[in-house]
């Protein structure tokens, strides 16, 4: 069964940078794409982009290049980097996997989740 | 960008009843297209893909219809632990891969 767990601070200030980590179990970091998803609390989700093991990535336009995806097949891991943060990126934070070995194949499963607030 | 707009917003229905909910794309994105189910406090669950699949263990009550630029879930008889929000996404054409606004299904 493969599971996803984010982590990472909950609270990050202005201006800085928002890293988070989500831990893969139950399958190999290097078989799949990986993305990472987000929520504002109240509000729909946010796809901000994918990363594969070779390094290829692609990320949502509309956050101006601030996000950067990284993987780490010695820990089986991946990894966001979100830039010049504002409120605005308050959210949810969810790490995922993309089924069927696309980059595009469909969110499943998905982290249970973190809740990161930008706040000075 | 294909904006995928989702409706109702909201409705409410009893247990037993039957659901509808619809999600129109602004672009046409063939079959490439997903439904989630959020529970609150929860992360989404992959119901449907491609349309019309249902997601491994995902119960016949439910089902995916469409293609193009207009697409349909149903629920045939809402049991108590279908009352969530419901999410269609498509990679019809990307990027971005995008989320519609949500459905929720509240009791009434």
């Known amino acids: 069964q493969v599971q996803l767990q984010e982590s990472g601070p909950g609270l990050v200030k202005p201006s800085e940078t928002l890293s988070l980590t989500c831990t893969v179990s139950?399958?190999?970091?290097?078989?799949?794409?990986w993305s990472w998803i987000r929520q504002p609390p109240g509000k729909g989700l946010e796809w901000i982009g994918y990363?594969?093991?070779?390094?290829?990535?692609n990320y949502n336009p509309s956050l101006n290049r601030r996000a950067s995806i990284s993987v780490d097949t010695s820990k089986n891991q991946f990894s966001l980097k979100l830039i010049s943060v504002t409120a605005a990126d308050t959210a949810v934070y969810y790490c995922?996997?993309?089924?069927?070995?696309?980059?595009?194949?469909?969110?499943?499963?998905w982290g249970l989740g973190t809740l990161v607030t930008v706040s000075s | 960008e294909v904006v995928l707009t989702q409706s109702p917003a909201t409705v409410s229905l009893s247990p037993g009843e039957r659901a509808t909910l619809s999600c129109r794309a602004s672009?046409?994105?063939?079959?490439?297209l997903a439904w989630y189910q959020q529970k609150p406090g929860q992360a989404p669950k992959l119901l449907i893909y491609?349309?019309?699949n249902r997601a491994t263990g995902i119960p016949a009550r439910f089902s995916g219809s469409g293609f193009g630029t207009d697409f349909t879930l149903i629920i045939s008889s809402l049991e108590p632990e279908d009352f969530a929000i419901y999410y269609c996404?498509?990679?019809?054409?990307?990027?971005?891969?995008?989320f519609g606004g949500g459905t929720k299904v509240e009791i009434k």
């Open positions: 995922a996997r993309a089924s069927g070995g696309s980059p595009d194949g469909w969110f499943d499963p």
């Open positions: 139950g399958a190999s970091i290097t078989d799949y794409y």
């Open positions: 990363a594969f093991f070779s390094g290829a990535t």
């Open positions: 672009q046409n994105i063939a079959y490439y």
């Open positions: 491609d349309a019309s």
């Open positions: 996404q498509q990679r019809g054409q990307w990027p971005p891969l995008t």
